[in-house]
T-cell receptor
């Protein structure tokens, strides 16, 4: 089954404790992206990747890091999480960028930073 | 700046037709996408328009006017299951960078 898998689905943690949210896709997609979703603000892109070792900033990259060492994986790293990073996070992938190809979203990760 | 505007809420009754508008302001335009998201779920792709005109996919259609920087999603024969949030999205600031509107929450009533 074609899917994007995120882990964990839920996480409550404390300020400053490094965390990683994993994302994996099994569709051999080149393009992967991370979004955060906050009430009234829609989806805001954090980082995206056009292919292995090629990443770039989205609209809200501050406080986040990503890496793309393998085509299937695109982890999101919060080096020193803060309460304003409490949000619902989605990973997505598509065959190519540009919006033409459907983005397939993971089920989301709800992060609470205390 | 680069932005997308869509109404925050729309209400309609079962069987009716509803139109959700989206106006965009971007530097360079490639196409307009629409996504649906049910409460507690992930967004799912509905449509993409790169050229002017209407694209129909079953009960859903999407329209684009590049000269007006405007598009809309048309939902016909509304069903209760269409109650969801709908987002428009465009590449902005580069072909691969995507921005989404804040979303339109559609409530379908019996």
């Amino acid at each position: 089954e074609a899917q994007v898998t995120q882990n964990p689905r839920y996480l409550i943690t404390v300020t400053g404790k490094k965390l990683t949210v994993t994302c994996s896709q099994n569709m051999n997609h080149e393009y992967m992206s991370w979004y955060r979703q906050d009430p009234g603000l829609g989806l805001r892109q954090i980082y995206y990747s056009m292919n292995v070792e090629v990443t770039d900033k989205g609209d809200v990259p501050e406080g986040y890091k990503v890496s793309r060492k393998e085509k299937r994986n695109f982890p999101l790293i919060l080096e020193s999480p803060s309460p304003n990073q409490t949000s619902l996070y989605f990973c997505a992938s598509s065959s190519h960028g540009g919006g033409r190809q459907p983005q397939h979203f993971g089920d989301g990760t709800r992060l609470s930073i205390l | 700046g680069q932005s997308l505007e869509q109404p925050s809420e729309v209400t309609a009754v079962e069987g009716a037709i509803v139109q959700i508008n989206c106006t965009y302001q971007t530097s360079g335009f490639y196409g307009l996408s629409w996504y649906q998201q049910h409460d507690g779920g992930a967004p799912t792709f509905l449509s993409y328009n790169a050229l002017d005109g209407l694209e129909e996919t079953g009960r859903f259609s999407s329209f684009l006017s590049r000269s007006d920087s405007y598009g809309y999603l048309l939902l016909q024969e509304l069903q209760m299951k269409d109650s969801a949030s709908y987002f428009c999205a465009v590449p902005s600031g580069g072909y691969n960078k995507l921005i989404f509107g804040a979303g339109t929450r559609l409530a379908v009533h019996p």
